[in-house]
């Protein structure tokens, strides 16, 4: 078992309470959207694309390495991951299925591949106009928001760059004339021969590899990706062929060398900050196999 780091009553549970206030942030908006059946463009996308429910994101919970004491400790041995020891209440890693240390082995050697090649800055952000590629308005994904330069003017630009995505996730949804016009052609199989650091979908999904490991993960660092995340899914769109100034985004204009020249700077500042995240989450895999082999 893991060396442990032992938290008094009153200092977990006032970080469980600060990491809920901070989730709510962004979940009481979406709940209240939901409720409206108001979509939105922008934020729906860490709801829907991203699977974990809100009420798991403002649920804290310790990690591996964490002891709670205190008698409210003990409501965490409802859930069927935790166990009470003579010191307090911590995740028993020994409950892990084979099925779960397979899921982290895989989660460990994806990001540890990506976090190995050097990030390449040169897409601009294409995978959007190119999953509307020679679509009719009312084929568009977001199809109550128009297109800054219309169905032509956005397929000339399709046309006239190259499309670099490396992202099979993004990949998937090119329309079927875009498909062709990637140079790359990466598929579920080959994911982890093609992810790479200044894919800003990749750095997105460190939020999806954390959560895809509740409850194992420290919430602290579940929120900091999804943080991450959301700044990113803001300027995807932002660059994206959708006009989003009725929202109060101003676009990127990645159809122009100079919109292209800001794509790239933010896509490095992104690919800086995804990596120390990226890392924390390695070496959180790192610990549950550790653990589990012992």
Not at 1 to 22: K, S, V
Not at 215 to 232: K, N, R, S, T
């Amino acid at each position: 078992m893991i060396a442990a780091e032992h938290l008094p009553e009153r200092e977990w549970q006032a970080l469980a309470a600060a990491h809920r206030d901070r989730m709510r942030i962004w979940t009481a908006p979406h709940r209240a959207r939901k409720a409206r059946s108001e979509p939105h463009p922008v934020f729906d996308f860490l709801f829907t694309y991203y699977s974990h429910r809100p009420s798991l994101l403002e649920r804290w919970h310790p990690g591996p390495s964490r002891v709670l004491a205190g008698d409210a400790a003990r409501d965490f041995l409802r859930r069927d991951e935790y166990i009470a020891t003579p010191d307090g209440v911590r995740l028993d890693l020994t409950r892990l299925s084979a099925k779960r240390l397979s899921t982290v082995r895989f989660i460990r050697s994806l990001l540890r591949a990506t976090a190995d090649r050097p990030a390449r800055l040169n897409c601009f952000g294409l995978h959007e106009w190119a999953m509307v590629y020679r679509l009719s308005d009312d084929e568009v994904r977001h199809a109550g928001v128009p297109l800054r330069l219309g169905g032509s003017g956005t397929d000339d630009v399709v046309e006239s760059l190259d499309i670099r995505c490396s992202h099979y996730d993004a990949f998937r949804f090119f329309t079927k004339p875009a498909t062709p016009r990637n140079t790359l052609s990466p598929t579920r199989a080959t994911q982890r021969d093609h992810e790479q650091p200044g894919c800003l979908h990749a750095n997105m999904d460190v939020y999806k590899w954390a959560y895809k490991l509740y409850p194992y993960v420290p919430a602290e660092l579940v929120a900091d990706c999804f943080e991450l995340a959301a700044e990113i899914r803001e300027m995807d769109m932002r660059a994206s062929p959708y006009d989003l100034s009725d929202y109060g985004y101003q676009a990127i204009h990645i159809e122009t060398p100079e919109g292209r020249a800001e794509y790239a700077r933010r896509q490095a500042a992104f690919a800086r900050r995804s990596a120390p995240l990226r890392k924390r989450l390695i070496e959180v895999c790192d610990t549950l196999l550790a653990d589990a082999a012992l």
